[in-house]
């Protein structure tokens, strides 16, 4: 799939600008000569007297309006335009467009699914078949079992679904917890329509380790189960970090699909274990969990960001709330102590809170 770049704004030098040295000792807000002021100069003042800097703020204030209109409303105008390209037969036009569209920023994931179906049957109906089948893989990992919207031709539909019958889907999600010391067990559904994966590989690394060492996965129904063997704690350290993530490999050692990759992995923390080590019925009984886990299509967005999660929020609030109730709780406790005569706060959570 072609990738133009959006070209980068120079802002070159004035001759008489260049190396000019700036004087010390004058007035405040005077740098550049002229008569002091009361006052700071302001932000506009400033830019006029840099005008140098205005090509490239000229142009950052241009992209922002750009892509602000272009999400008027909550709409894409760069996808309905690709959309009425392709309608009218303009089908390099169109893929411009789309691709701009797939550039904007904040992109929302139903959006994203609507610009690949389009920017496939745009590159499709030029006989761009390689183009056309990489973008509608992308699609179909990010909403398996959708249909091309109205509108789209007979032929790049036709196209649309052998590509989803080939497409093969890998679908993790990060463990909850690690503990050092103890295996780290990994599961992984897998989508293969046509049967072209071998294998799941699981390359994992401590953080900050050269280089990965490899665990095969193990397939049990559809699902690929790999324990990754956490080392000890050792010293005085409380924790460390692992990097890894999946690939699911054909026969010939291509790789169909992955979960992260070596330059941007899946992390999580392993920790000191809570209890005793885990019993055999109780680890068979925490992977038959695992297996049982299923991943419905409200997920399958946060799925393919390969393993990245957020802080689950307290039931019944949204994080939000704790965050600013831990800040008013923090400045209360400073405010009393402080009225106290008490010089400093304690250490919490939130760090230590000292006075003047």
């Not at 980068?8 to 000569?33: K, L, N, Q």
């Not at 091309?148 to 989803?164: C, T």
């Amino acid at each position: 799939m072609r990738r133009s770049r959006i070209p980068s704004v120079a802002s070159p030098t004035p001759p008489s600008w260049a190396g000019a040295p700036i004087e010390r000792g004058r007035a405040r807000g005077d740098r550049f000569g002229g008569a002091p002021h009361s006052r700071d100069r302001t932000p506009q003042e400033q830019l006029v007297m840099r005008p140098h800097l205005l090509p490239a703020v000229a142009a950052a204030l241009a992209a922002s309006i750009l892509a602000h209109a272009a999400t008027a409303q909550g709409r894409n105008l760069y996808l309905e335009e690709g959309k009425r390209r392709y309608a009218q037969g303009r089908f390099e036009q169109a893929i411009e467009e789309l691709e701009q569209a797939l550039r904007l920023p904040g992109l929302p994931p139903e959006q994203r699914v609507e610009i690949l179906a389009w920017l496939g049957a745009a590159h499709h109906a030029l006989g761009h078949e390689e183009e056309a089948r990489e973008v509608w893989e992308q699609r179909v990992r990010l909403a398996p079992d959708l249909p091309l919207p109205g509108g789209i031709s007979e032929a790049a539909v036709a196209a649309y679904k052998e590509v989803e019958a080939s497409t093969v889907v890998l679908e993790h999600l990060t463990p909850p917890a690690a503990f050092a010391g103890r295996p780290l067990q990994l599961f992984a559904s897998l989508q293969d329509p046509k049967g072209r994966v071998a294998e799941v590989l699981v390359y994992w690394r401590r953080a900050g380790a050269p280089t990965y060492a490899v665990v095969p996965g193990r397939r049990e129904g559809d699902t690929w189960v790999a324990e990754i063997p956490l080392p000890p704690l050792a010293g005085r350290v409380d924790h460390y970090e692992v990097e890894y993530y999946l690939e699911a490999v054909s026969k010939d050692g291509e790789i169909l699909d992955a979960a992260g990759s070596a330059e941007r992995p899946i992390r999580i923390t392993a920790v000191a274990p809570a209890g005793p080590p885990v019993t055999a019925s109780e680890e068979s009984g925490v992977e038959a969990l695992g297996a049982a886990v299923a991943v419905d299509a409200g997920e399958r967005e946060a799925v393919r960001t390969r393993g990245r999660r957020s802080p689950e929020p307290r039931a019944g609030l949204p994080p939000w709330v704790w965050v600013v109730g831990g800040v008013l709780v923090v400045g209360a406790t400073a405010g009393i102590l402080y009225a106290s005569g008490r010089p400093s706060v304690p250490s919490t959570s939130l760090g230590v809170v000292t006075y003047p």
